[in-house]
């Protein structure tokens, strides 16, 4: 399948999400040209802000090929990935992403996006983050895996 029948076909999964009452976001992962697995944000259902559709196409693609390597997969869209999903892009190791509507667009609808990307440039969000490396030995997984 081609790469803009690809976008579009998830486009459509987004529209038949959004009539199921979902959040209008799908994704697809393909591996040598073949759908590997496609997802809907099935967040409101599940209660999960973090079940946007390109992490549960990555979730279900590692779960179905039994790998956490995915560099040999290509990632479709409806929408540029916002920061989270771009990021667990980049640990699935995918390196094409096809989308149909950039952030910049999606703005009109959605500002999250576009300020997420803004606060992580920045550094100016509202997450407070607490570093009590000096009171607890955080390192000790790791060197419980370096032994095992
Ligand atoms: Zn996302």
Redesign the pocket.
Known sequence: MKHEELVKRCVKLAERNVRDGQAP?AAIVTRGGEVVSEAV?DGKATFDP?A????RAIQMAGTKLETTDLSDCELYTN?E??????A?IHWSGIKQVYYGLSIGQQAEFDEM?QELYEAFRTGEHSVKLHDYSGKVDGAAPFRLEERE
Request: glycine share 6%.
């Open positions: 976001f944000n973090t946007h559709g390109e992490i929408c990935p916002c920061p989270m999903c771009l667990a996006p």
